[in-house]
């Protein structure tokens, strides 16, 4: 069974930094894009960032491009988001979610883990 | 970027109706490289559809989804009760890949 488990979130003033991390199981892992997906509480759902099954294609929202940084680490089936220079705008719900498509960056999101919260606050 | 609008905001609506929800794109979506989910409160996205039309695994077939250009629409043929749900689309077309704000089915 798939499974996507996201930790590292927590509460954390504005303009310091946190890192998120994503344990992938039930899959083989180095196959898929992996990616970032946020929710602000009560809104809609914001994609952050995504990275290729090689780390060879990286991409970021406009609003995180410059803070953020997405990396992935096949031997531990793991992916992170590291967070810099974080804002209160950053406040979210941030999920891992995997590609539909073996080998592929087409940013369908066909599992999901169960989100780490994040909330940037003075 | 293109812009995902949804219609209608909310919806409410009985089992056993069946329901169609729109999500109009401000450009043309390449090649109908269009997903819809679904979300029930306090749980993460279900994938139900990509590439406008195609059921994803598990899904049950009264999830229909057309659509083209930059009109998509997803039918559910009969309302069951755990079909009650917040529903997203999404355009992985263009970059940056964006979604609609939501369409929330809730219960009459």
């Known amino acids: 069974e798939v499974q996507l488990v996201e930790s590292g979130g927590g509460l954390v003033q504005p303009g310091r930094s946190l890192r998120l991390s994503c344990a992938a199981s039930g899959f083989k892992f180095d196959d898929y894009a992996m990616y970032w997906v946020r929710q602000a509480p009560g809104k809609g759902l914001e994609w952050v960032s995504g990275?290729?099954?090689?780390?060879?294609?990286?991409a970021y929202a406009d609003s995180v491009k410059g803070r953020f940084t997405i990396s992935r680490d096949n031997a531990k089936n793991s992916l992170y988001l590291q967070m810099n220079s974080l804002r209160t705008e950053d406040t979210a719900l941030y999920y891992c979610?995997?590609?539909?498509?073996?080998?592929?960056?087409?940013?369908?999101?066909?599992?999901w883990g169960q989100g780490t919260p994040v909330t940037v606050s003075s | 970027e293109i812009v995902l609008t949804q219609s209608p905001v909310t919806l409410s609506l009985s089992p056993g109706e069946r329901v169609t929800l729109s999500c109009r794109a401000s450009q043309s979506v390449t090649s109908s490289y269009l997903a819809w989910y679904q979300q029930k409160p306090g749980q993460s996205p279900r994938l139900l559809i990509s590439?406008?039309?195609n059921r994803a695994t598990g899904i049950p077939d009264r999830f229909s989804a057309s659509g083209s250009g930059t009109d998509f629409t997803l039918t559910i043929s009969r309302l069951e009760p755990e079909d009650f749900a917040v529903y997203f689309c999404?355009?992985?077309?263009?970059?940056?890949?964006?979604f609609g704000q939501g369409t929330r089915l809730e219960t009459k």
């Open positions: 999404q355009q992985y077309g263009s970059s940056p890949i964006t």
């Open positions: 590439g406008a039309s």
């Open positions: 979610a995997k590609d539909q498509t073996w080998g592929s960056y087409r940013q369908v999101f066909d599992r």
């Open positions: 990275i290729s099954w090689n780390s060879n294609y990286i």
